[in-house]
């Protein structure tokens, strides 16, 4: 299986800035990496796939970048609806794995 | 505007079999043009990707539940369904149905099966 890190695995960030967010996995997936948003108590929300492409009604705000084995998701200007758990995810190969995730609150 | 909603038992005893349907409309599974994938959430925890069933009917599991994983479709109910047998606590968690196989575009809300005596 294909593994999944995250980092941090929690930040504190104040609106308006600038996070970023670094996903890794344990070969080379090239660029079969999506990342996902999930607020508590509901399911989470495709933000971006082919790790560099915004689903359709996703800020501009949001971006991501990477190919192989490192990637980037990026929030610029925080927002208060950012606030959640954020997850890496590769499409490379089964099992699809997940990173463990990312938490992004508010100083 | 493509909708998912999955039910079943939320209460399961140890050694049962979870049996769950995710409904789908707004969209047609008989299209083919989709996958649809179920990944579930222990509480508190991070997402387990469970399998999908290919648009051909072709299904690929994860091999940590394979022997205990059963994916089906029923294209006249617009159901996609998911078994899985023997379990233990450690299955408890919610469950969510998902569209795609590459990538999760749209998801159900989900539903919190327990495992317990």
């Known amino acids: 299986d294909i593994q999944m890190t995250q980092s941090p695995s929690s930040l504190s960030a104040s609106e308006g800035d600038r996070v970023t967010i670094t996903c890794r996995s344990s070969?080379?997936?090239?660029?079969?990496l999506n990342w996902y948003r999930q607020k508590p108590g509901k399911a989470p929300e495709l933000l971006i796939y082919t790790a560099s492409i915004l689903q359709s009604g996703v800020p501009s705000r949001l971006s991501g970048s990477g190919s192989g084995t490192d990637f980037t998701l990026t929030i610029n200007s925080l927002q208060v609806e950012d606030c959640a758990t954020y997850y890496c995810q590769q499409s490379h190969s089964t099992p699809r794995t997940f990173g463990p995730g990312t938490r992004v609150d508010f100083k | 505007q493509l909708q998912l909603q999955e039910s079943g038992s939320r209460l399961v005893k140890p050694s049962q079999t979870l049996s769950l349907t995710c409904a789908v409309s707004?969209?047609?599974?008989?299209?083919?043009?989709?996958?649809w994938t179920w990944i579930r959430q222990p509480p508190g925890k991070g997402l387990e990707w469970i399998g999908y069933i290919y648009h051909s009917g072709n299904t690929y599991y994860n091999p940590s539940l394979n022997s205990r994983v059963s994916i089906s479709v029923d294209m006249s109910k617009s159901h996609i369904s998911l078994n899985l047998t023997s379990l233990t606590a450690a299955d408890t968690a919610v469950y969510f149905c998902?569209?795609?196989?590459?990538?999760?575009?749209?998801w159900g809300q989900g539903i919190l099966v327990s495992v317990s005596s």
């Open positions: 070969q080379n997936i090239g660029t079969f």
């Open positions: 998902a569209r795609g196989r590459l990538y999760f575009d749209h």
């Open positions: 707004g969209d047609s599974i008989s299209s083919g043009s989709h996958s």
